[in-house]
Structures are given as structure tokens and as C-alpha cells.
């Protein structure tokens, strides 16, 4: 069993930036694949980012790439995504999640899918004002 708890959300001007982070309990935290999804308002939820269980492989959609940075710190058990240059278009609530299934693995298909995650946390609402 994983809970999951985002924060850090809020209100930026274009251009700002925000960093979310998702606190983690469980047992399974240290060996799961993290993605960060999110969701705007009359859409699907999307992929943004996933991290494997060290954090030293990572992948990025490529609406977010070069301007979001997924981390984590397993001894906090805790997710980061950094933003940065925030544009109106990354308007949406985010969401961490956890696929306690991977146990060490890192496939990047089954990563950015919504159907791996088997966790999810309540969501935290970014809102990028022009």
C-alpha cells in the first residue's frame, strides 16, 4: 500500500516557475517507477514525467522537456517536479503517482501510461496566468 500527498501547487505568471512535491509512504516507494501526470480542465489526464526507483534514469513528455526536472529523494520519501518557464497551456491539476508493480524496472511505454500506476495522490492545481 502507497499513499501519496502532492503539494506545492499555486498561481505563477508566465515565465515563473513552481517545484511540486509528493510525500510517499509505503514500502514499496523505494522500488517503484513515479510519474507525475496532470489534467486539465475537459481533458484527459497526461503524462509529464516518471523517474525510476533510484532516480537516475528518467523520461520526459516532450511538451514539459527542457523546462520540467522529475527527481526523488528515497531516504524522504518524496517526489519532486521542478517547473520552470511556466506557460498557460501547463494549467492543470498534477498529480503524482506510483507503479509499485515495476520493482526496479524502467520501461519507458509502460512509464508514461496512466494504466500502470496502481497509486495515486488527490492532485495538486497549478494555474499559469498570461
Known sequence: QVQLVESGGGLVQAGGSLRLSCAASGRT????VMGWFRQAQGKEREFV???NWSGGSTYYADSVKGRFTISRDNAKNTVYLQMI???????AVYHCAADSSSRFSFII???RSVDAYDYWGQGTQVTVSS
Open 85 to 91: 518557464s511556466l506557460k498557460p497551456e501547463d494549467t
Open 29 to 32: 516507494f523505494s522500488s517503484s
Open 109 to 111: 511505454p509502460r512509464a
Open 49 to 51: 514525467a516518471a523517474v
